[in-house]
């Protein structure tokens, strides 16, 4: 019998390695798959953006002799003592608990070596992180681990987290192999048990009662500390204007590609909306109110260069935020420690099981052997550095644009590389003067 | 004579400023503050030993995040009173809206008449009374900590439960995820009379029954999913 020509092995684009792993995964476990970090899937993103830099018409500053400031002023609006900060980059909101005391002080070292802020997360404060930190925000969840008015009051800013945008409408889960003694301690509960974060704040329901959660918090602190509002990529336009009305001084919005120490894969992957897709919907909102530059506005989600940080800027940001770069300028998922990756069934740029406690490189763990490896001086010189090229990346940028503050770049400035950028950015396609949806076309 | 703070002629920024100076102080001296008009944060963030009377009922967040003081509504306290309190007494004479003690790491939360839903959410070792009744899903996610009710519980009492222990003397209309009674041992009873000495109700030990958590769900198990 004649052989039948055979066609080449095919593989399904809809069922692909990727998705019967975990079909398979799934049918094994009987569980969800759990994960730390931001989503991974390709989204429009400030790659698809670029700046036009200076031409006749536009001056640029000469780039090491004209000054170009990069200083900003988050909680001007209501707080008597705003936070002033040296660099538009902040260091994002993580708990201790998800990471390790040494991880935690080389934030503060390094957020305060570049002159910036650094957070608290889900778990309360530490006196290594308040000692390390010369501008600390307090985070105030859902969960209240760790609250009490003696840290609201040694804070140097308050952050009411409504949502992140890795689980906008998500709560947490520590699991419990990493609530050590302390962890549990710090959060009332017992050794070893999983710890379940809430999704909405105990005692408010709505942007009416927060308003009045704001007043207490402010009244607790003497109207002194800054209240910033942290939202997840949801409904920019809407809770943008919603946390105004609520008193907030400062808006930090955070899209899908911003990371959680630990929450559902499918929840990181399919809910929330870009970083990219959800500055534009905030600024309207700022602008619409005339509150644009008044409260600030501060956007985390997939910042890694100083190019994201000028983009950002561009689209009417005040600061960024960094949470999981942060990480990986202190050691997260460095390739020397490529073999205990493989051992761990992952490799290097992919270990997001955080959740676990087994970080090799001593940072989302509470593991003591772990937690040594990672040096919080020499961390947080890492990290310093890291802030500073970002800023001075940004800086060469501005000025190429003839700006003599990163503030002043403007969206005027830049063009998109895809109608999908172009669209969420409202910027134009590259080699055109229109946008998905301008008026007039 | 205390002194007297008139909310009709004085702003709440001036009157908490002036209440959490004198805590601050360690005076220990009482003061009355007439004309609440439902004011909403009063007497919040109070950090020191003071005596402190409300002569009608408050709005939101009264004696939000106490330390100390000894505060006496003497009327009915709006959602969130007690929140986050650390230590210290907070008397309601009257009801209690919803969230009453959320979140509460000390102290006393005394409310003589009914709690709304949501008392004691989250709580975190603070000891509430209630004389009354209590809404539904209170004591929801409570860490640590005593709730005592003297009437009625509502729905889903204690869902989600840590180790929170509470103590009902009427009916439960229902109990939450993994709240399940518990026996009533002599250590048990011993708590209990201190906390009712404490708040002045006039009530047996004998005549309630215990709830905690089973802790079933301290930790994830796929054969628990139903529950969650």
């Known amino acids: 019998m004649d052989k039948t020509p055979q066609t080449l092995p095919r593989q399904s684009w809809t069922f692909s390695n990727e998705i019967n792993s975990e079909i398979r995964r799934a049918a094994e476990t009987g569980i969800y798959d759990i994960r730390g970090g931001g989503a991974k899937r390709r989204v429009p993103h400030f790659d698809d953006l670029l700046f036009l830099g200076a031409s006749i018409s536009r001056y640029p500053l000469e780039g090491y002799r004209e000054r170009c400031d990069t200083s900003v002023t988050l909680g001007t609006r209501f707080a008597k003592k705003p936070i002033e900060l040296k660099i538009p980059i902040t260091i994002a909101g993580m708990s201790f608990g998800s990471l390790s005391a040494n991880a935690k002080e080389a934030l503060g070292r390094g957020a305060s070596a570049a002159g910036t802020s650094t957070t608290t997360g889900d778990g309360g404060m530490t006196n290594e992180e308040r000692g390390h930190s010369t501008q600390l925000v307090y985070q105030y969840l859902p969960s209240r681990y760790g609250m009490n008015p003696d840290d609201l009051r040694r804070a140097d800013a308050i952050e009411v987290v409504v949502g992140q945008g890795a689980k906008p409408g998500g709560g947490g889960m520590l699991l419990g192999q990493k609530i050590t003694q302390r962890v549990a301690d710090m959060r009332s509960l017992p050794v070893g048990i999983d710890q379940r974060s809430a999704c909405r704040h105990p005692d408010w329901t709505g942007p009416d009662d927060l308003e009045i959660k704001i007043l207490e918090l402010r009244e607790i602190t003497g109207w002194e500390k800054p209240i910033y509002i942290k939202i997840g990529g949801a409904r920019p336009y809407y809770d943008t204007a919603l946390a105004v009305k609520a008193g907030a001084d400062v808006v930090v919005l955070d899209g899908m590609q911003g990371g959680t120490a630990a929450t559902q894969d499918v929840f990181i992957e399919h809910v929330g909306q870009p970083t990219l897709a959800c500055i534009r919907p905030a600024v309207q909102a700022l602008q619409d109110l005339g509150m644009h530059r008044k409260v600030q506005l501060v956007v985390s989600g997939g910042i890694r260069t100083g190019a994201d940080v000028a983009k950002a800027l561009a689209l009417g940001a005040d600061a960024v935020s960094v949470g999981t770069a942060a990480l990986i300028a202190l050691g997260d998922n460095d390739p020397k420690w490529e073999s205990e990756y493989q051992k761990l069934g992952s490799t290097t740029g992919a270990y997001d099981d955080w959740h676990e406690g087994r970080d090799p490189a001593g940072i989302t763990t509470q593991d003591p052997e772990l937690m040594k490896r990672l040096d919080p001086i020499a961390a947080g010189r890492r990290l310093r550095n890291y802030l500073n090229v970002m800023t001075l990346e940004c800086q060469t940028i501005a000025r190429a644009c003839g700006k003599s503050h990163v503030h002043n770049l403007e969206p005027e400035d830049l063009c998109a590389l895809t109608m999908e950028a172009a669209a969420m950015a409202r910027v134009p396609l590259a080699g055109t003067d229109w946008y998905p949806g301008k008026a007039g076309f | ?228």
Do not use: W
């Open chain 2, 1 to 228: 004579m205390p002194t007297q703070l008139d909310m009709a002629s004085t702003e709440l920024r001036d009157v908490n400023a002036t209440l959490q100076a004198a805590a601050k102080a360690q005076v220990n001296e009482p003061y009355v503050i007439i004309n609440p008009r439902g004011s909403h944060a009063m007497a919040c963030g109070l950090d020191g030993p003071l005596n402190v009377t409300v002569k009608g009922s408050t709005g939101y967040y009264t004696a939000g995040m106490n330390k100390e003081a000894s505060i006496t509504v003497e009327g009915s306290a709006g959602p969130g009173v007690a929140e986050n309190m650390m230590s210290g007494t907070v008397t309601i004479e009257g009801d209690a809206s919803q969230y009453a003690g959320a979140t509460g790491h000390g102290g006393l939360l005394n409310i003589k008449g009914n709690a709304s839903s949501r008392c004691g959410i989250s709580m975190k070792g603070i000891d509430i009374v209630v004389h009354g009744n209590i809404g539904h899903m209170s004591a929801f996610m409570a860490q640590k900590g005593n709730l005592v009710v003297l009437g009625d519980a509502g729905d889903a009492l204690g869902d989600s439960l840590y180790e929170a222990r509470l103590f009902v003397r009427g009916t439960v209309k229902s109990l939450g995820a993994d709240c399940v009674e518990k026996e009533m041992r002599p250590e048990h009873l011993a708590i209990l009379k201190e906390l009712l000495d404490r708040a002045g109700a006039k009530a047996k030990p004998e005549e309630f029954k215990r709830y905690g958590s089973s802790r079933t769900l301290y930790n994830f198990h796929i054969d628990n999913a139903s529950a969650y």
